[in-house]
């Protein structure tokens, strides 16, 4: 029952994740003559090739890849990149259908502006995807399989399946929509980081000092934050030295570091960035 619970609460995200998606594919890739990487970057090169549907060639290319991956990953692996597969075709179909009939106004703009939304909503829709553990199928897959079988980076065989999808639309797709194509990716990989990583930012403060306690006491009182006291010893010195390791936001960066070099001027302080705090203070589920 947990399982179930767990599968449906990921489910809803996933279909949403592919609806944005395939309408960054259908607005603003394909009418710009833009290209994607992996199985979809396939889908986009017979579009304009053959113009085949992309809502048909991507269903027909991920199903036997799809059985393929439940006969050697196992279908628990699957469910929710079937669900993905799926639900990515059927909104190609549907957005398809939209912007067909005139539905929605094309937006009549530079190859920047198509570069940089392409990237945004490509992203977006891929970040929710992979935050709530799907895939949209493709080259996922197969980089899945060969690691599996032959113990391959999922990130090598993926980069080399992109490289090779998008060396072939050369023969289709203009050098320079290729160049506007690179920044489109780039764009969307930031926005997939900032998605599975979470919106809200802080840092994390770890305070090596003689005087760790007190340091931990006032943040307490003063910042209302929770502190770790974490035992340490001085490699040089020999000397035990308590590690006071504590989370604040972005706002309460300046006050931490003042409270600690008021109580000792001389306190080793390293501050590194967190993402994605839950717990007391921050984000809760």
Known sequence: MKNITNYARSIIPIIIGTAIYAFGLLYFIIPNQLMEGGVTGITILLKYAFAISPSISNLVINIPLFLLGWKILGGRQMILTGIGICSLSFFLWVFEHILSQGWIEMLQTDYILATMYAGVTLGAGLGVVFRFGGTTGGSDIIARIL????????????????????????FYVRKENILYTLVAVFI????????????????AFMIISD??????????????RGVTLIPA?????????????????????????SI????DPRAFIIISDVRDVHGE?????
């Open 233 to 257: 010893k001085g490699a040089y010195s020999k000397q035990d030295k308590p590690m006071a390791y504590c989370v604040v936001s972005r706002q309460e960066i300046r006050r931490l570091q």
């Open 147 to 170: 690691g599996r079988k032959f113990g391959l980076s999922m990130g090598q065989v993926i980069l080399s399946i992109d490289v090779v999808i998008i060396g072939l639309s050369l």
């Open 211 to 224: 005087h760790a306690e007190a340091i931990a006491d006032i943040i307490t009182n003063d910042l209302e």
């Open 188 to 203: 969307a990989s930031r926005v997939i980081d900032f998605i599975q990583e979470g919106a809200y930012s802080a840092k």
């Open 281 to 285: 203070g921050f984000r809760e589920e």
């Open 260 to 263: 600690a070099k008021s109580v």
